[in-house]
């Protein structure tokens, strides 16, 4: 069987030059479309592939599964769990389906018109669920930028942040998937120059340009996993915009963290792009002060893919405020999961591991409006003449992330929340 990732395999579906979605990607995602249930798929250029179809028209026979049953559920788990080895088999197979030169479904009009959706006949779905998750702070210059603000130039980063990966632990039940609408968080706010706290919608709504990553095997509780071997562990990515209540945060997070300003929504990209189809794009991580040794790592654990956010206010057209890149972290996913596991907590398939704010070192790479407006002091400027310092309701924000590299993008689509005025009491 040939690899998905073959860089000179064409389709014989049409698929538009600019796609996020060639036949080397073949992602995974959930969705939903017509009289059927939400169940699994991929997608090619502008088209849903129904993984479910196939598998009961016997393309995926050769695995010799006991159990058809993760075709037909309505999360990516049970796939997930069935292992890497499957699910690379799964994705080789449906890229050789799509080949040119294979004829398996070309002669098969029928066929192709029930596996081969429009993608604007579905509705997407969260591709999983997600189990546990942790957001991490792993960008030095977002981190930087924060501690300049905050305290000193000189002391901008914590003694502690270039030893290990800094995250916390978020709350999994408000993760949602991309355009779906989220309601401007309320909770208490400390005015400036005030000793009491108010009651309130927060002013200061932020959004927090971040991509994940997706567990795709367990651990036992004692077990850690180590930096070497922390891909046997990863599925896939994400884009992640970690909304954010800045107002509320302040007053809240010392001295355990965040906590009400992150809980009320953040949104996820629906197709989980494999880390298979994202191999060409791999490149070194900066270099790092002396870490421990548990942390120390050989090989090209980041990925050269690009960021955009763009901020549309309601009723004009989008403006593109932020253009950053995956490859600027300084921890990698491999070291953010070592440490998570280094105590011996236990991960599970569809844990969401978040990678905190990604920002560059000039301005128009800062991955949220606190860094991009200056902690409010500096509005930036719409495409429409309007300005920004902070979300304002019905304004929306849409993530986008591509690799690009010899002729190949791989992407992942589009990550969109629309932000409506607070609930009234």
Aim: negative net charge.
């Amino acid at each position: 069987m040939t690899n998905a990732n073959q860089k000179d395999r064409q389709s014989w579906i049409e698929i538009p030059h600019d796609s996020d979605f060639p036949i080397q990607n073949i992602p995974f995602g959930i969705v939903q479309y017509g009289d059927y249930y939400p169940h699994p798929a991929s997608r090619i250029g502008d088209y849903a592939i129904d993984i479910s179809i196939l598998a009961e028209h016997g393309f995926f026979d050769f695995l010799q599964l006991d159990d058809l049953t993760p075709f037909f559920e309505p999360y990516l788990n049970p796939l997930i769990e069935l292992g890497k080895d499957v699910t690379s088999k799964i994705r080789n197979r449906i890229a050789e389906l799509c080949d040119i030169q294979c004829e398996d479904l070309q002669a098969n009009q029928n066929l192709i018109n029930e596996v081969f959706i429009p993608i604007d006949h579905i509705t997407n779905y969260m591709p999983v669920y997600v189990t546990d998750y942790t957001d991490f702070y792993s960008s030095i210059e977002h981190a930087t930028n924060v501690g300049i603000m905050f305290r000193s130039k000189e002391n901008a980063l914590m003694p502690n942040w270039k030893h290990l990966p800094v995250g916390y632990h978020g709350r999994s039940s408000s993760i949602v998937v991309s355009d779906t609408n989220i309601y401007r968080p309320k909770g208490q706010i400390l005015p400036s120059n005030e000793e009491m706290p108010v009651f309130g919608a927060s002013r200061r709504l932020d959004f927090e340009l971040e991509m994940a990553f997706i567990v795709g095997k367990d651990t036992e509780l004692g077990e850690s996993v180590s930096v070497d071997n922390a891909e046997e562990y990863i599925f896939g990515f994400l884009l992640f915009n970690d909304l954010s209540a800045r107002d509320i945060q302040k007053w809240e997070y010392q001295p355990l963290g965040p906590f009400l300003s992150k809980s009320f929504g953040s949104v996820v990209s629906p197709w989980i792009v494999t880390i298979e189809a994202l191999e060409p794009f791999r490149v070194s991580q900066p270099q790092q002060d002396p870490v421990l040794p548990y942390l120390q790592s050989n090989g090209k654990h980041n990925f050269d893919i690009n960021l955009e956010v763009y901020l549309q206010p309601d009723g004009n057209d989008a403006s593109k405020i932020c253009q950053s890149n995956f490859k600027y972290m300084y921890w990698s996913i491999n070291q953010q999961l070592a440490h998570q596991t280094i105590n011996g907590c236990n991960i599970n398939v569809g844990d969401l591991y978040a990678s905190g704010t990604i920002s560059g070192s000039t301005k128009d790479s800062y991955g949220s409006l606190l860094e991009l407006s200056w902690n409010g002091t500096e509005p930036i400027t719409l495409d429409d003449g309007s300005q920004r310092t902070f979300i304002e309701d019905n304004d929306t924000i849409t993530i986008k992330g591509f690799a690009e590299k010899n002729g190949i993008r791989i992407g992942f689509g589009g990550c969109s929340t629309k932000i409506l005025p607070a609930i009234s009491d």
